[in-house]
């Protein structure tokens, strides 16, 4: 977990919060891989879809070439990767997934090689609007991160931040690409 800490902050990363506990998420629930065939089956409420919607397409992490993309599902689910570029190749390292369960909006974060290959699930805990939106998911019982807190700053720049429980962590600030 700290060589991918490591490895996040020296740029060898890719997005965004993928590091994560043991607390792995039924088979069901867990992101689907591209290629993967059935969808999620759980589905984000209308508002928070809608609201959510900022985050479709491909953004890149500046002075990298590392990014996070974002798709929405049939189902109103959202469903991402991050990945880095090396030449003209992809190399996805991390499936994210957002979706609605009993009453919960579910962040899971799927880091490749980390948990057996099972995601990490943060929970939406605090949602505001103003000032582009700030939405904060929470999973204070895993090492790190225990936080991962998207920050709007308009429409083609976001900042994701990824904090533990001390507040200490990295900040991406993220460019839209399409």
């Given at each position: 977990?700290?060589?991918?800490?490591?490895?996040?902050?020296?740029?060898?990363?890719?997005?965004?919060?993928?590091?994560?506990?043991?607390?792995?998420?039924?088979?069901?629930?867990?992101?689907?891989?591209?290629?993967?065939g059935?969808?999620?089956?759980?589905?984000?409420?209308?508002?928070?879809?809608?609201?959510?919607?900022?985050?479709?397409?491909?953004?890149?992490?500046?002075?990298?070439?590392?990014?996070?993309?974002?798709?929405?599902?049939?189902?109103?689910?959202?469903?991402?990767?991050?990945?880095?570029?090396?030449?003209?190749?992809?190399?996805?390292?991390?499936?994210?997934?957002?979706?609605?369960?009993?009453?919960e909006?579910?962040?899971?974060?799927?880091?490749?090689?980390?948990?057996?290959?099972?995601g990490?699930?943060?929970?939406?805990?605090?949602?505001?609007?103003?000032?582009?939106?700030?939405?904060?998911?929470?999973?204070?019982?895993?090492?790190?991160?225990?936080?991962?807190?998207?920050?709007?700053?308009?429409?083609?720049?976001?900042?994701?931040?990824?904090?533990?429980?001390?507040?200490?962590?990295?900040t991406?600030?993220?460019?839209?690409?399409?």
């Amino acid at each position: 977990m700290k060589n991918r800490l490591c490895c996040f902050q020296s740029g060898c990363f890719v997005l965004l919060m993928g590091v994560f506990c043991l607390l792995g998420c039924s088979q069901e629930n867990r992101p689907q891989k591209p290629g993967d065939g059935d969808r999620i089956q759980p589905q984000v409420q209308e508002g928070l879809k809608e609201e959510l919607a900022f985050l479709v397409g491909t953004w890149k992490v500046e002075g990298k070439d590392e990014y996070e993309e974002w798709g929405m599902t049939d189902q109103g689910d959202l469903q991402g990767s991050s990945y880095s570029l090396v030449g003209e190749k992809k190399e996805i390292f991390e499936y994210l997934a957002i979706t609605k369960r009993n009453d919960e909006v579910i962040y899971t974060a799927t880091v490749l090689d980390q948990n057996n290959g099972e995601g990490i699930e943060f929970v939406l805990q605090k949602h505001e609007e103003e000032g582009g939106g700030i939405y904060s998911f929470e999973n204070m019982e895993h090492d790190f991160p225990n936080r991962i807190v998207y920050r709007g700053a308009s429409d083609d720049r976001r900042t994701v931040e990824v904090l533990g429980n001390d507040g200490q962590g990295f900040t991406l600030k993220l460019i839209r690409q399409k």
